[in-house]
Structures are given as structure tokens and as C-alpha cells.
């Protein structure tokens, strides 16, 4: 067996501790996963996602979730990454100034001067770690990054393979657990377009707000069931929260708002010594949750007093 270079030894001993996880394999079974999502993530996927994502995979292809905001593309994203690999997925968040030596890495100063620009003075950033590691990649609003980043990202998903020229080394990816998920929302306004290029090369998977049902069960699932929140309040929350997708406000509530009510309203009825969730509850804590600008403020009170009969 190869002996592992500097870099590979200093990608475990940095990162070796925050990819571990506690899945004794990886899971590539559709069903299964869709399973697990729900009892380990509480996270309500329809097999559809889960079923393109994981093909998508063994096609060599990476993945572009994109849909409005509190759909649940990150969270989601970052699950499958990690029951695909049976390791926990890096995240990288996305700015215009992002670019490889934030990703890959690069030479620290002090170090490339005492020893010089090689293997001992290299810094791995998150991506190679990925790549050695055999773990997955979540690019998170891949729209608010440049063109250029955008096509790096590309290219090594496509070769799986990261060059390193400084170093005159190619590391490639030693097994299908590196894998990347882009997230999107075209409607961000902080963004830049995603390229032709970008977009022949990726499978897009829609996401959009699920169906009342389900959403209600994702409010079941993630706010538990103490304080009680009764069935007549979970229904108050979901008609608010689809009256005001409908309205003009700048921010419209996704299931990751909805979720944040209940469970604001249940920490503020368990702060009263109520082990119930009332009307008051779920009213006063609407606005700090639903209003994210001043300028929909109004909006947001008008339509929560329609829906609960009392003034927020």
C-alpha cells in the first residue's frame, strides 16, 4: 500500500474527527434512505429526490437543488451526502470572493519561507479534503459565486481529480463517496446567473413548498410533541404561512418558518408552565418569525389577524 503523503496525513489529522459518523455503512438504497431521512433527519423527502440524487451520483453527475428559500435544499442535501458517503459531507458556503486557494488550499506564508513551497508548507482547504477523504460536498447558493468558481467546481466533479500545480500532484478520488450538491435560489437577488456551461453539466432537481399534508407532518416531526401543539393551531399556522406565499412580502415563509413558529410558540407556552400551545402563543411570537423586513410588516399583521382573529 502507498505510504500517504504530508497533505493526505494533515488532511486527517485536521479533518479526519468532523467527517465521522456514526452510520456503520453507506446507504444507496432509495427506500432505505427515504426511511432514514425521516426517523434519523426528520425529514419528509418524496423517493423521487432521493431515487435522481443517487443516480445522478453513479452517472458522475452533480447535483443542482434549486428552489425558494426554507424547502429544505440544504438540509436535505446535506443528509444524502452523508448517507451516500457514510461520512459527513462538507459545507462551503458561497461569495463572489470565493475562489480555489479558499477550497483547495493553499501555501502558508511563514512556513513556504522556512521550508519552502512544498508538500509541508501546504495548507488543504475543504474541497481536497473531501476529495482524500472520499466524503461529499455541499455548495451552498452556488448562484452567489463567480463564473470561474462555478466551472472550477465543474471540472472536478467531472475528472473527480484535483491538481495541485505548485505541487506538481493530481489527487484523485478514491471511491464514490465524493460527490457534490450545488443549492439554489434563483430568485435571490444577491446572485449571479449560472452559465450554460454550469447547467449542461449538472441534474437539476425542482424543489418548491410541499404539500399541506406533508408539511404538516414535517411540524409534527421537528417540533415534537411537548408542549402540545392541538391540530386546530398546526392548521392556523399553515393557512397563515400559504396566505402570505401569496402576498407580495419580499420574504415568503418556507417550511423552515412554519417549523420555527410551532417551535417558538412551544418554547414560549413551556416558559409559561403550560405544557399546551394556545392562540396567545403561536400571535405572539408570529411576527419576530414571519417578518423579516420592515417594509412587510404590515402585510405580515394584517394577514395573521385574518387567520387567528387577534391583533399580533
Not at 457514510?86 to 513556504?112: Q, T, W
Not at 472536478?156 to 435560489?185: C, H, W
Not at 404539500?211 to 407532518?217: F, L, M, N, Q, W
Request: with cysteine.
Amino acid at each position: 500500500m502507498q505510504e500517504a503523503s504530508a497533505i493526505e496525513r494533515l488532511v486527517h489529522e485536521i479533518y479526519g474527527e468532523a467527517v465521522k459518523s456514526d452510520l456503520t455503512q453507506p446507504v444507496r438504497d432509495p427506500f432505505r434512505a427515504v426511511e432514514l431521512l425521516e426517523k434519523r433527519y426528520k425529514l419528509v423527502v418524496d423517493k423521487r429526490i432521493v431515487a435522481v440524487t443517487f443516480a445522478a451520483f453513479m452517472a458522475s453527475r452533480p447535483v443542482l437543488f434549486e428552489g425558494p428559500p426554507g424547502t429544505g435544499k440544504t438540509e436535505v442535501g446535506e443528509a444524502l451526502l452523508e448517507l451516500w458517503s457514510g461520512k459527513r459531507p462538507f459545507i462551503l458556503p458561497c461569495s463572489e470572493n470565493y475562489d480555489e486557494y479558499k477550497v483547495i488550499g493553499d501555501f502558508h506564508p511563514i512556513m513556504a519561507l522556512r521550508k519552502g513551497f512544498n508538500e509541508e508548507s501546504f495548507i488543504p482547504r475543504p474541497l481536497l479534503a473531501a476529495i482524500i477523504l472520499d466524503t461529499g460536498v455541499l455548495v451552498d447558493e452556488i448562484r452567489r459565486s463567480n463564473e470561474d468558481f462555478q466551472n472550477l467546481l465543474l471540472d472536478i466533479s467531472d475528472k473527480r481529480r484535483i491538481i495541485v500545480p505548485e505541487l506538481r500532484r493530481m489527487f484523485k478520488a478514491r471511491g464514490y463517496g465524493f460527490q457534490i450538491i450545488f443549492t439554489s435560489n434563483p430568485e435571490d437577488i444577491a446572485q449571479n446567473e449560472l452559465s450554460d456551461a454550469f447547467l449542461r453539466r449538472v441534474v437539476r432537481v425542482d424543489f418548491n413548498y410541499p404539500p399541506r399534508d406533508v408539511e404538516a407532518k414535517i411540524i409534527r416531526l421537528r417540533a415534537g410533541s411537548r408542549p402540545r401543539i392541538p391540530t386546530n393551531i398546526t392548521n392556523m399556522i399553515l393557512d397563515t404561512i400559504n396566505a402570505l406565499r401569496k402576498t407580495g412580502i419580499q420574504h415568503k415563509p418556507g417550511t423552515a418558518e412554519a417549523v420555527l413558529w410551532a417551535r417558538m410558540a412551544q418554547e414560549l407556552a413551556r416558559l409559561r408552565g403550560s405544557d399546551v400551545v394556545s392562540i396567545n402563543d403561536v400571535v405572539e411570537t408570529s411576527m419576530p418569525v414571519l417578518a423579516k423586513r420592515v417594509e412587510d410588516e404590515d402585510e405580515v399583521r394584517e394577514v395573521v389577524s385574518k387567520h387567528f382573529g387577534v391583533e399580533p
